[in-house]
């Protein structure tokens, strides 16, 4: 299993940035996905997650109405549009499978991430 995420950077408050993880070594169209992300000094915590067709979405508090989580079946990917970006959204972003029947709901293995600097 792997994931491979991309499109961080250095943005503004009040920018925007879409993110991407492409995955592999699953069966993609069966499980849900997430995406987490990991300030300094905090805890990996849930941001978004999206049921296995695409048509349920759920978010955490501090990102709704602002972050739009999206995936592709057919490229196997998972996308994370960030919008009205805040200095408290800076984080390294992973994204993974959801599966209940796992550890911690996900694939042991992790991506590199993609640094995400919300700063002016």
């Known amino acids: 299993v792997q994931f491979v995420e991309s499109g961080g950077g250095l943005v503004q408050p009040g920018g925007s940035l879409r993110l991407s993880c492409v995955t592999s070594g699953f069966i993609f169209h069966n499980y849900a996905m997430s995406w987490y992300r990991q300030a300094p000094g905090k805890e990996r915590e849930l941001v978004a997650r999206v049921n296995n067709v695409g048509n349920r979405k759920t978010y955490a508090d501090s990102v709704r109405e602002r972050f739009i989580m999206t995936r592709d079946n057919g490229k196997k990917t998972v996308y994370l549009q960030m919008n009205n970006v805040k200095p408290e959204d800076t984080a390294v972003y992973y994204c993974?499978?959801?599966?209940?029947?796992?550890?911690?709901?996900?694939?042991?293995?992790w991506g590199q991430g993609t640094q995400v600097t919300v700063s002016s």
């Open positions: 993974n499978l959801f599966d209940s029947a796992r550890a911690g709901n996900t694939a042991s293995s």
